[in-house]
Each structure stands twice: as structure tokens, then as C-alpha cells.
């Protein structure tokens, strides 16, 4: 029996990787106490999908010391895509895992657009830059509330995603704060 030898570069045959699924919906887990990064770690070491929603925030350490830490956003809880919803394999993985969080008898459902909303919340309270709405100068119209239906032009803009709007109310110029979704552009 004959062996080919193969030298570097030679072309053999093509790979063929599976592709990553993606999920139809999410699965939120109960955590213990203090267990959701550890837990997200050791999912992510044994190739299972998960997402804990985290934030940089400064807290205070020893000696008065200001330290910045990674804690997550909604303490106690893990999301998992619905292929990998496994609750025996899950616990077998990771340590914390208490179970699914249950709505009227069964596990919670997560839809991919609510997923998508709160990672884009999650990019917002991490500072990740996304392209705004609105930009100063430009007229408005309030949608909602009790200035529903008047119009003003943008004065200033923050990074939390609020504006303050200068309108004419009664004859003078008020400058009143909103959140960008409570005005749309005219």
C-alpha cells in the first residue's frame, strides 16, 4: 500500500465546518448569587452559547481606592439561545445554574428582538457609540406626553441619550429635556 506524502501547501481536499446555528429564541436562567460571569465563563470554555449582560462600573475598594469592575446588568440571570437550552447539560457545565426562569408554568421565552434591544441597551451603558438619531439645530415634534405635537429645535444632546429641545411656549423660549424617543424628526 502506497502512501501519498504531502508536502505544506499541497491541496488535499476542502474542509467542511458545520455552520454556527443561529437561534430562533432565548432562554433566561436563574443564577445563584454572585455565579453569572463564572458561570458564562466556564459555558463559553465547553462551547456552550451564553450571554450575561454586563457594564463597566467604578467602585470603591480598599483605602478609599476607586477600581473599575465588569458586574452584570441583570444580576442572577443568564440568557441562552434555545439550541443550546439544555437544563441537565447546563448544570453539568457550569456551577450556579439554579434553572429556567418560569412564566405561567414554563420557561421564559425571549425573543430575538427583545435580545437585540437589550444588547443594544447593554452597548449604550458601555459608553459603545452608535449612530444618534438627532443631531443639534435640528426641528422636532414631541410624540407623546403633555407636549404632544409641538415642535422645537435641538440645543444640546448627552450621552445618555437625552436631548434638551427649545421650544416657544407662550411667547418665550422654555427649554424642556426628553429621551430621543419621545420626539421624531419633522
Known amino acids: 500500500m502506497a502512501s501519498a506524502l504531502y508536502h505544506i501547501g499541497d491541496f488535499v481536499e476542502t474542509a467542511c465546518y458545520p455552520a454556527a446555528p443561529l437561534p430562533k429564541l432565548w432562554y433566561m436562567i436563574r443564577m445563584h448569587p454572585n455565579y453569572d460571569l463564572k458561570a458564562e465563563r466556564q459555558l463559553h470554555g465547553r462551547g456552550i452559547s451564553a450571554c450575561v449582560l454586563k457594564e463597566q462600573r467604578v467602585v470603591k475598594a480598599s483605602w478609599n481606592r476607586r477600581v473599575s469592575r465588569t458586574v452584570p446588568l441583570f444580576p442572577g440571570s443568564l440568557f441562552v439561545p434555545d439550541f443550546d437550552a439544555d437544563i441537565a447539560r447546563l448544570k453539568g457545565a457550569a456551577d450556579g445554574i439554579g434553572g429556567f426562569v418560569k412564566y405561567c408554568g414554563e420557561a421564559l421565552k425571549i425573543s430575538l428582538r427583545t435580545m437585540a434591544e437589550l444588547r443594544r441597551f447593554e452597548a449604550r451603558r458601555n459608553g459603545i457609540a452608535e449612530e444618534r438619531k438627532f443631531r443639534v439645530g435640528q ?17 444640546r444632546l448627552d450621552s445618555r441619550y437625552r436631548l434638551s429641545l427649545l421650544m416657544e411656549i407662550l411667547g418665550a423660549q422654555s427649554s424642556v429635556e426628553l429621551d430621543e424617543d419621545q420626539v421624531e424628526a419633522v
Do not use: A, K, N
Open 139 to 155: 426641528t422636532v415634534r414631541i410624540v407623546g406626553g403633555p407636549f404632544d405635537m409641538l415642535e422645537g429645535r435641538i440645543d
